[in-house]
T-cell receptor, first 114, second 113 residues
Framework: ETGVTQSPTHLIKTRGQQVTLRCSSQ?????VSWYQQALGQGPQFIFQ???????GRGNFPPRFSGLQFPNYSSELNVNALELDDSALYLC?????????????FGQGTRLTVV | AQSVTQLGSHVSVSEGALVLLRCNYS??????LFWYVQYPNQGLQLLLK??????LVKGINGFEAEFKKSETSFHLTKPSAHMSDAAEYFC???????????FGKGTMLLVSP
């Protein structure tokens, strides 16, 4: 059973550019959540996808958008990058069953905006 | 709205000593509570979780936590620290229906020989 995998592991972008981060969920998991972890902080919820639909969103602007594909993999897109977007972006997948389902995290993508 | 407070951004212990990491939560509905560990440049690994039932929860690597509703706490303990326990620990709260989590700011555990 493969775990949650994210790509790329690191990338550097220039302010104003756009970026796409990718996540493959764990086998059998149909829910994917994205979190932003700034340096020295806990992860903050960006949004969640369930069966290809957005299923909840945190306090992030619309330039943060996402997709979920039929195989439950997911993308996080960020437009018009700002310096404050520099962070570790974590993807987590959860199995069917809902309540209290634990989230399984990937290794994260370290985004640096210069 | 939910929130998590972790007391102490850094906790230092000697190898073999008791580990106590504190977590208090706020939730308007019955909470689901989690502890995650993060090693440098890694993702989050689940240590343990409380959903319903027994309030003393045992996790991996000898860690356990007790849900105390009256104190709105979910402190993490380990009887004897090991050097390999040095990492950052995050307490998180979730609720029924969704698997989204609200995290605390984390506590860095330092273990000295």
């Amino acid at each position: 059973e493969t775990g949650v995998t994210q790509s790329p592991t690191h990338l550097i972008k220039t302010r104003g550019q756009q970026v796409t981060l990718r996540c493959s969920s764990q086998s059998g998991h149909n829910t994917v959540s994205w979190y932003q972890q700034a340096l020295g902080q806990g992860p903050q919820f960006i949004f969640q996808y369930y069966r290809e639909e957005e299923n909840g969103r945190g306090n992030f602007p619309p330039r943060f958008s996402g997709l979920q594909f039929p195989n439950y993999s997911s993308e996080l897109n960020v437009n018009a990058l700002e310096l404050d977007d520099s962070a570790l972006y974590l993807c987590a997948s959860s199995p069917p069953g809902g309540q209290g389902a634990e989230a399984f995290f990937g290794q994260g993508t370290r985004l640096t905006v210069v | 709205a939910q929130s998590v407070t972790q007391l102490g951004s850094h906790v230092s212990v000697s190898e073999g000593a008791l580990v106590l990491l504190r977590c208090n939560y706020s939730s308007s509905v019955p909470p689901y509570l989690f502890w995650y560990v993060q090693y440098p440049n890694q993702g989050l690994q689940l240590l343990l979780k409380y959903t319903t039932g027994a309030t003393l929860v045992k996790g991996i690597n000898g860690f356990e936590a007790e849900f105390k509703k009256s104190e709105t706490s979910f402190h993490l303990t380990k009887p004897s620290a090991h050097m390999s326990d040095a990492a950052e620990y995050f307490c998180a709260v979730g609720n029924s229906g969704y698997s989204t989590l609200t995290f605390g700011k984390g506590t860095m555990l330092l273990v000295s020989p």
